[in-house]
């Protein structure tokens, strides 16, 4: 703390009283994101326009990347004196704490291979079977029905609308690894508001398609090629009450898939074709926005990205 701009303190025996720290008000992230960004910037780090959490330092044949969360940080470079004097630096200027090598970061654990890098939430998906009651219960083999009326159905209202919230919002983030979760938690989640006997019963069947896919994740192969390829699709006027119509795609890194993701459009198509135009135009921004990404990871992209949709 410092004291205000023009104080002038006549007796060395005052002091100012604090009556607010300055952590864990709104300002406190803004604050010490400027000083982590300074501190990287003074080293040689250059700010991602993609990501602002993602800081990238080239020089000659070392690379290291930084991707903040907070104050939690993920470094990854090519070389490990580098990384180690990176590490130093940090450690002189903040109070660090080394974890050493990923394994566990957000809910996320990383297992290494020599086939790549996989991801799943293990630990997260049991918990959320644990919580729903549902160790016990058997397994679904898909978590949503095909021709599901959950838009319109008008049964009791939940007398604890709290508990499908939560459940919900769980899954939300544990579709950060599962893209088979993409389509079923879009749907769940339109309902946060006044959840329905029918909603919550959907609910726990995803539960229940999760007791006997615990560890499902993805898969970062380390022989793919680093080129893109989008995937999109859309259901014409899917939605009940509103028409509108939904698209869904998938991004693949080589034979990785990296983005995913499934939402109502914005307006009423007309036609299933332009449905298919408005999904095409959702998922070319995406990548865009990734060959953004990755050239700031210093990965160039110059050939063509291949997009794939049906008629």
Request: aromatic content about 10%; charged content about 20%; overall charge positive.
């Amino acid at each position: 703390m410092k004291l205000p701009p023009g104080f002038e303190r006549s007796d060395p025996n005052l002091v100012c009283r604090l009556r607010k720290s300055l952590y864990g008000l709104k300002q406190a992230p803004r604050c010490w994101f400027a000083k982590l960004v300074t501190a990287l910037k003074g080293y040689g780090f250059l700010q991602s326009y993609s990501d602002y959490s993602l800081f990238t330092y080239t020089k000659g044949n070392v690379q290291i990347n930084v991707l903040v969360y907070v104050d939690d940080l993920i470094i990854s470079g090519n070389d490990s004196v580098a990384l180690k004097t990176f590490k130093a630096y940090l450690s002189d200027c903040f109070k660090m704490k080394d974890l050493g090598v990923l394994k566990y970061f957000l809910g996320i654990e990383v297992a290494r291979s020599s086939v790549g890098l996989f991801l799943c939430q293990l630990k997260y998906t049991l918990d959320i079977v644990l919580e729903a009651g549902l160790l016990g219960a058997k397994p679904c083999g898909f978590p949503i029905e095909q021709n599901h009326r959950l838009g319109l159905v008008n049964g009791e209202l939940l007398s604890n609308p709290e508990s499908y919230r939560r459940l919900v919002g769980r899954l939300i983030y544990l579709a950060v690894t599962r893209l088979d979760l993409a389509y079923s938690v879009h749907i769940l989640s339109q309902f946060m508001q006044e959840p329905r006997i029918e909603h919550w019963e959907a609910a726990l069947r995803v539960v229940r398609y999760l007791k006997g896919t615990t560890g499902q994740g993805i898969l970062l192969r380390a022989d793919s090629d680093l080129s893109l390829q989008g995937w999109c699709d859309s259901d014409w006027a899917a939605c009940p009450v509103t028409r509108r119509s939904l698209s869904g795609w998938l991004v693949f890194l080589g034979q990785s898939p990296i983005s995913w993701k499934t939402k109502k459009q914005h307006t009423v198509s007309r036609s299933s074709t332009e449905a298919e135009y408005r999904a095409m135009a959702a998922v070319t921004c995406e990548l865009k926005w990734l060959k953004g990404l990755l050239l700031s990871l210093g990965v160039h992209h110059p050939k063509a990205i291949k997009l794939f949709c049906d008629s």
